[in-house]
Nanobody, 116 residues
């Protein structure tokens, strides 16, 4: 069984930066997809970024501001978020999928609030 634990959320002013981490326990293979969704109040869950052995994908709303990376040796995925905007405020959830078309594991989420 895989468990995901996120960290790094918090309150930040517009224009600021945060780095989210998601550590996975259990067997994670480098071919697995890892990534982040976000859920804002009253909005649908949105795919923010994901990383596979073939590359990365980003939501249009975060391109050029966010960067996803992973440390396969430590089963950890990161999300570096720069130039944060109030509309980035959401609960950010880490996920792992065995294939590009499945999400098999979810983290509990970490709150990111962008406000002055």
């Amino acid at each position: 069984q895989v468990q995901l634990v996120e960290s790094g959320g918090g309150l930040v002013q517009p224009g600021g930066s945060l780095r989210l981490s998601c550590a996975a326990s259990g067997s994670i293979f480098s071919t697995y997809v890892m990534g982040w969704y976000r859920q804002a109040p009253g909005k649908q869950r949105e795919l923010v970024a994901r990383i596979t052995s073939g590359g990365t994908n980003y939501a249009n709303s975060v391109k050029g501001r966010f960067a996803i990376s992973r440390d396969n040796a430590n089963n950890t995925v990161y999300l570096q978020m720069n130039n944060l905007k109030p509309e980035d405020t959401a609960v950010y959830l880490c996920f792992v999928g065995r294939t590009s078309y499945t999400i098999n594991y979810w983290g509990q989420g970490t709150q990111v609030t962008v406000s002055s």
